[in-house]
């Protein structure tokens, strides 16, 4: 059952990285997480963002979306939308080392994403655009 | 987000301090690069002891400075690292290209 949930979008602007990610992380803090259980949420936000600005909206600057839920288990759901090119080989985009920028990119974002949370799920269309959801439980300080 | 540099004759060494991510990696390499095109050292130390957040931008950013480090023989240190950066360096299988070493508690 979800008791809390929070909506925002922002434009894909990479000064809005750092934004999105203590947004997300501070709307996360009513669950009491660790240090370390905040810096996760923190770095997965961070990876599924900037994916939307330097991939989905490469040559444009677009809306992304983002959604926290919190549920009664002590799970925040995260979802990370962008309505830009989309990703056409999932599976082999969440390879480690699978880039299509090359530059200084390293290829492991969905890695970082993958071991930073419990759950990623990626979903995407050509031309319609990518969905992450990113879905950690919180065991916090005091369990 | 700031760097700064110090060459010895031998040994460059960068001290980062901020957080490095995809919006804040551009102007940090573009200045430890700088250095290191001009120093050519003979190792490179990047201290990451004021890195308060890095996310897979800050794996780009040593593999690159490898890259360009090894086309003259250089070799890479990185030292400093919190829990978590030294979780995603590790990740990256960073440990087999350069000598990576956490911080100590402050
Ligand atoms: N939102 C997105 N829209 C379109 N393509 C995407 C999106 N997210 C990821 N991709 C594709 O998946 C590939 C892998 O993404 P991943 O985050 O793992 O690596 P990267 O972004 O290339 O490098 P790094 O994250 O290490 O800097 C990308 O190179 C890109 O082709
Ligand atoms: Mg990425």
């Known amino acids: 059952m979800i008791i809390n949930e929070f909506r925002m979008t922002v434009d894909s602007r990479s000064v809005n990285e750092s934004f999105s990610r203590a947004t997300v992380a501070a709307f996360a803090a009513q669950l009491d997480p660790t240090l370390e259980e905040i810096n996760d949420i923190k770095t997965a936000v961070s990876e599924a963002v900037t994916n939307c600005i330097v991939h989905g909206y490469k040559n444009e600057v677009g809306k992304i979306y983002i959604t926290v839920k919190i549920h009664n288990d002590n799970r925040v759901i995260i979802t990370i939308r962008d309505k830009g090119c989309g990703i056409s080989d999932i599976k082999k985009a969440r390879e480690p080392l699978f880039t299509t920028l090359g530059g200084d990119r390293a290829g492991l974002g969905f890695s970082v994403m993958e071991s930073f949370t419990d759950k990623l799920l990626v979903r995407s269309k050509i031309g319609v655009g990518t969905t992450v959801t990113l879905c950690k439980k919180i065991h916090g300080r005091t369990k | ?106």
């Open chain 2, 1 to 106: 987000m700031s760097v700064k540099t110090d060459f010895d004759g031998e040994i460059l060494y960068c001290r980062l301090s901020g957080e490095i991510d995809h919006h804040t990696a551009l102007p940090i390499r573009l200045e430890v690069d700088d250095k290191i095109e001009n120093c050519r050292p003979k190792n490179t130390i990047l201290d990451f002891t004021d890195v308060t957040f890095m996310d897979s931008s800050g794996i780009g950013l040593v593999m690159g400075r490898y890259k360009l480090l090894s086309e003259f023989n250089g070799t890479l240190e990185v030292t400093g690292l919190s829990n978590n950066a030294y979780k995603v360096m590790r990740l990256a299988g960073l440990d087999r290209i350069a000598t990576i070493t956490k911080g100590v508690k402050k």
